[in-house]
């Protein structure tokens, strides 16, 4: 199983700092990395060696937590501890700052774009989770704010083909949104993590949500329309949804982040372990009550805590991570025989 | 589909989850910054913190004694002093129940001499009579009539309404615009000029955009506090009461009309009392009639009370321009002619991204005269702010509420049962209707009033009692009070 992951190299990204999180471009050509050092640095091949191809330094005044990358690739996100969003336009190596979104009463925790393009949503400490509406001359316009959580707001994500966006938080509880007349709506509750939802990964299809938490588990989650052949009931119109499958044992400290391959299903981890670990679903499991194997395991897969992974959307098995000890290292994985 | 929280800042410790209407504008996980109170004993060493089951504090010292602790108490003082915790109400205990308030005044009123007693009046809001209106299921006339035989069953001696100090509202707030429209050129900060009715609104305005915002808000008092400086001043002095005599209670849709009321600028110095001394909402009301034992369709009514002679009716009547006061309505007919000579019969909304964003336009052989806007609601008010900061606003005037759907869908107005609540609200939206309007220009005793009480319009007099300032509230410093 140590096989099965093999490290492709490191960059000291965010040096005495922490790196917080990554993000392919759609293209799968460039990495975006984010820290705790104000920055957003974007990441390109040249040759074999991953080299810094731009650095975003004067967006934020605090820790940037996360980045997102629009649909088209034209645009990067950067959600900051100093409570604002800042939306960059991508020209060649260049990055300009063109917007930031301020509104959110202190730092927030995560932005993601919906696959349209068209909506971006970001969570906050302050409980909140706003969606934003952005128009054909780059102006952002609230268009909800939700209040659904009772506490801190740690991820968002949207759902990959719908208008359906999903959050996770402090409050242990995954929460989902979808559009109702002029508004949003909280639309479904998932309750069953013991502590701290820190992130979440629709799968290829959208049909199942992984989350992972600080209770050590990874949950996977699968919605149920109404009227499904399984019998699952649902009130009203929204579908149900169901956790299908936990993941315990494998981790022996918080899960910082979970992340599902596009191309190839499997599921990757982030552990306060300075672990790496990789699932995949067994072929013969039953689809309403699936079982993982854990295909790969790498401890020390960075110095401190792991607190992102990524697989890259074009490239099967290249994976990234990055770590409190301001590093991001790259991955190869492949699938162990005989599994 | 649940939309938790009732109300913009101020609501008890409970949470309703079925209510899809006024959200509290999620604010930060911050401690209250109130100091607690703590009694130090010299060399006491360190105390432990036991909770009973019941929720009492009790320090235990090292020597097992016990000690209990004495709840930290928030007064709506401090509350309008901070810019913490604000909202998220549960963990802010208010110290004013304000019926049992109400009671306390009322009680103390049966034992005390005749020279002691208080005259107490209580005001009551169109909203909160469309409310009552709907549960009870009784015309505005009736629900007025019945509420005035109720209040004066419990030993109140006026009821009033405060339609009638909302004309003073509208004329003020209609004369300042027309002012700062004329002085645009000399003033950035003329226009746009914002409603300031709405507290939560204000609170909001004051403590996150302090300095910026407030140039930009209407100086004129809401109707809350215009009845405030009517019944303490006008009314007190007809009453030939100092007006410390009087106690004056509102009824209002939402609790953030509490804050207001213990604004320091409606509190007056020379006769240390308030302009409206108690706030009791919609449900308030509701819950008395209850521990009353009464129902308000079972009442005999009683004629109304009006503040003077000339303004007695014995119907309510109100204003055009929906259940928020109707400022946009007013300020936009009234400009018209006044600056353009354009007489208005009917004022057109449009609805924008949602419905409570719209807008109205006066416009002429193509130009655009006049640009109006309503912003209902956190997601709306964030978005006018965030353009007026960029310089892009493209509005002169705008009715800014905090809850969206406005006043009639306030936090404190009565709960649909059984029945959806958007079906309730269009209920007492139109029972709010089925009342009378008025222009302001046109309601008996409103000029007479301008003219005995206030000196003229425009006076220094009318100034004071019918305008106010609002303040920016320095943020909380960081580091001590923040939970990183």
């Known amino acids: 199983m140590k096989d099965s992951l093999v490290l492709l190299g490191r960059v000291p990204a965010h040096p005495d700092s922490r790196c917080w999180f990554l993000a392919w471009n759609p293209a799968g050509t460039l990495l975006a990395s984010c820290g705790g050092d104000r920055s957003v640095r974007i990441w390109g091949t040249e040759g074999d060696s991953w080299i810094c191809k731009s ?3 004067e967006g934020h005044q605090r820790t940037v937590r996360k980045v997102a990358w629009s649909p088209c690739g034209n645009y990067l996100a950067s959600a900051s501890f100093d409570a604002t969003t800042c939306i960059w336009k991508k020209n060649q190596d260049d990055f300009e700052c063109v917007t930031t979104l301020e509104g959110h009463e202190n730092e ?29 001359e780059d102006e952002y316009e609230c268009v909800s704010v939700l209040n659904s959580h009772t506490q801190d707001v740690k991820h968002v994500v949207w759902h990959p083909s719908q208008e359906l966006l999903a959050s996770a938080s402090y409050d242990d509880t995954v929460k989902l949104y979808r559009e109702e007349e002029d508004d949003w709506v909280c639309c479904a509750t998932l309750e069953g993590h013991e502590s701290t939802v820190w992130s979440l990964a629709f799968d290829p299809s959208g049909q199942r949500l992984a989350s992972c938490s600080d209770d050590r588990t990874v949950r996977i989650w699968r919605q149920y329309p109404p009227d499904n052949e399984q019998g699952v009931a649902c009130s009203g119109s ?15 400290r918080t899960i910082y982040d979970v992340a599902w391959c596009q191309l190839t299903g499997a599921l990757a981890t982030a552990c306060g372990d300075d672990a790496i670990r990789v699932f995949e679903e067994d072929p013969s499991s039953d689809p309403q009550q699936p079982t993982f194997s854990l295909t790969a395991h790498l401890p020390q897969a960075h110095s401190q805590d792991v607190n992102c992974v990524a697989w890259n959307p074009k490239e099967q098995g290249l994976l990234a991570s990055c770590s409190d000890d301001g590093e991001v290292a790259f991955w190869k994985y492949q699938r162990p025989e005989g599994i | 589909m649940a939309m938790p929280r009732a109300g913009l800042l101020l609501r008890k410790a409970s949470r309703s989850e079925a209510r899809p209407s006024p959200r509290v504008w999620g604010r930060g996980e911050r401690d209250c910054i109130k100091p607690m109170k703590v009694d130090k004993r010299p060399g006491g060493g360190v105390a432990k913190i036991h909770i009973e089951d019941d929720g009492s504090y009790f320090q235990v010292s090292q020597d097992g004694g016990t000690q209990k602790l004495e709840k930290a108490k928030i007064s709506l003082d401090d509350c309008l002093a901070c810019s913490g915790c604000v909202t998220s109400a549960e963990t802010v205990l208010i110290t004013q129940q304000s019926h049992e308030e109400l009671r306390k005044v009322l009680d103390a009123n049966k034992t005390a001499a005749p020279g002691q007693q208080r005259l107490v009046v209580v005001s009551v809001s169109p909203q909160s009579r469309a409310s009552l209106a709907a549960r009870f299921q009784l015309t505005p006339t009736d629900t007025a009539r019945k ?10 001696h006026y009821v009033f309404d405060t339609a009638f100090s909302r004309n003073f509202s509208l004329l003020e707030s209609q004369r300042e ?11 950035t900060q003329a226009l746009p000029m914002f409603t300031s009715a709405c507290p939560g609104w204000i609170c909001y305005a004051e403590k996150t955009h302090g300095s910026f915002l407030i140039p930009y808000l209407s100086t004129a008092r809401s109707p ?23 106690y004056h209670v509102t009824v209002m849709p939402c609790y953030d009309k509490k804050l207001e009321a213990s604004r320091p600028d409606f509190f007056s110095q020379e006769h240390q009392t308030r302009d409206v001394d108690c706030v009791v909402t919609t449900g308030e009301v509701f819950k008395l009639l209850e521990e009353e034992g009464v129902s308000l369709s079972q009442l005999e009514p009683a004629p109304l009370d009006s503040l003077c002679s000339s303004a007695s009716a014995q119907e309510p009547t109100s204003h055009r321009g929906g259940g928020s006061g109707g400022y946009l309505e007013h300020v936009f007919q009234h400009a018209a002619r006044e600056l353009f000579g354009i007489h208005v019969d009917e004022v057109t909304y449009r609805p924008l991204r949602n419905k409570d964003f719209q807008e109205v336009t006066l416009e002429k052989e193509g130009r655009v005269l006049l640009h109006f806007a309503t912003a209902y609601g956190f997601r709306n008010i964030q ?13 002169h005037y705008v009715e800014v509420m905090a809850c969206p759907a406005g006043c009639l869908n306030g936090g404190g107005q009565l709960k649909a049962l059984g029945t959806p609540s958007k079906a309730l609200l269009q209920h007492v939206e139109m029972l709010y209707g089925m009342v009378r309007t008025e222009a302001p220009e046109e309601v008996p005793g409103v000029q007479e009033l301008y003219r005995c009480w206030l ?19 320095e943020k909380a410093s960081s580091g001590l009070s923040i939970r990183w």
């Open chain 2, 455 to 473: 000196q003229g319009e425009g006076s220094e007099r009318a100034g004071h009692l019918l305008h106010t300032s609002y303040h920016a509230v």
């Open chain 2, 224 to 246: 809350q506090q215009v009845m405030g400086s009517l019944v303490k001043d006008f009314f007190a002095q007809q009453q030939h009461l100092t007006p410390d005599r009087i």
């Open chain 2, 383 to 395: 978005n006018l702010v965030q353009k007026l900061k960029r310089g892009r606003c493209p509005y």
């Open chain 2, 177 to 187: 615009f027309v002012q700062r429209f004329r002085g645009q050129a000399n003033s």
């Open chain 1, 108 to 136: 927030v925790k995560s932005v993601a774009w919906a696959p349209s393009g068209n909506l971006l949503a970001t969570c906050s400490r302050d409980k909140s989770v706003w969606v934003w509406e952005v128009d054909e």
């Open chain 1, 238 to 252: 929204d579908p149900s949804w169901k956790c299908i499958c936990t993941l315990s044992g494998f981790h022996s």
């Open chain 2, 147 to 156: 509420l005035t035989a109720f209040f004066k069953k419990l030993g109140v």
């Open chain 1, 55 to 57: 650095v975003l330094s």
